[in-house]
T-cell receptor, first 112, second 111 residues
Framework: ETGVTQSPTHLIKTRGQQVTLRCSSQ?????VSWYQQALGQGPQFIFQYYREEENGRGNFPPRFSGLQFPNYSSELNVNALELDDSALYLC???????????FGPGTRLTVT | RKEVEQDPGPFNVPEGATVAFNCTYSNSASQSFFWYRQDCRKEPKLLMSVYSSGNEDGRFTAQLNRASQYISLLIRDSKLSDSATYLC????????????FGDGTTLTVKP
């Protein structure tokens, strides 16, 4: 086990709603990255937080936002959900931004 | 063109075979490189880091070629348990904290 936890495990939402996903990083890790993984594709980078600041962002619209707390846990918020947002959402923690990343088990989001 | 491209696969090999995967990346400023393994409907797990000097871990060897901007993974003496999707990851560059994954190559090892 990596020590990275995510909640909830599964979630079903309706188009237009908002969702918050949570991630607890491995002890001692100050960096958390979030990914979206659709079926048959590799994880797509959403953003990274390093010591509570955003440290990089992928090609996702502003309705994808995040937060990192002083204990380095993190949240991913998605507003105005669309059907295409249905995917596995993964978070990963690392000691530093370019280090090895350790993944949580993911949250499977279904938007209907 | 994708920033990180992998062999499309799938690779179907018999037990004991040697198989090689390649991954090319477009951002010459990229700073760190890894191979991950992902089993069906599970999270990616680190297989190994990749260095210019090469990195070997048992039956697995990874190599980075910065001049040609590709990384490789060699698996010797394939086992049934090696069946999985292998993802290459390229970190950093102009977008400091960005990690870019390839779409993965699926390996099936058959008896």
């Amino acid at each position: 086990e990596t020590g990275v936890t995510q909640s909830p495990t599964h979630l079903i939402k309706t188009r237009g709603q908002q969702v918050t996903l949570r991630c607890s990083s491995q002890s001692g890790h100050n960096t958390v990255s979030w990914y979206q993984q659709a079926l048959g594709q590799g994880p797509q980078f959403i953003f990274q937080y390093y010591r509570e600041e955003e440290n990089g962002r992928g090609n996702f619209p502003p309705r994808f936002s995040g937060l990192q707390f002083p204990n380095y846990s993190s949240e991913l918020n998605v507003n105005a959900l669309e059907l295409d947002d249905s995917a596995l959402y993964l978070c990963a923690s690392s000691l530093e931004p370019l280090d090895v990343q350790y993944f949580g088990p993911g949250t499977r989001l279904t938007v209907t | 063109r994708k920033e990180v491209e992998q062999d499309p696969g799938p690779f179907n090999v018999p037990e004991g075979a040697t198989v090689a995967f390649n991954c090319t990346y477009s951002n010459s400023a990229s700073q760190s490189f890894f191979w991950y393994r992902q089993d069906c409907r599970k999270e990616p797990k680190l297989l190994m880091s990749v260095y210019s000097s090469g990195n070997e871990d048992g039956r697995f060897t990874a190599q980075l070629n910065r001049a040609s901007q590709y990384i490789s993974l060699l698996i010797r003496d394939s086992k049934l348990s090696d069946s999985a999707t292998y993802l290459c990851v390229v970190n950093g560059g102009t977008n400091a904290g960005k990690s870019t994954f390839g779409d993965g190559t699926t390996l099936t090892v058959k008896p």
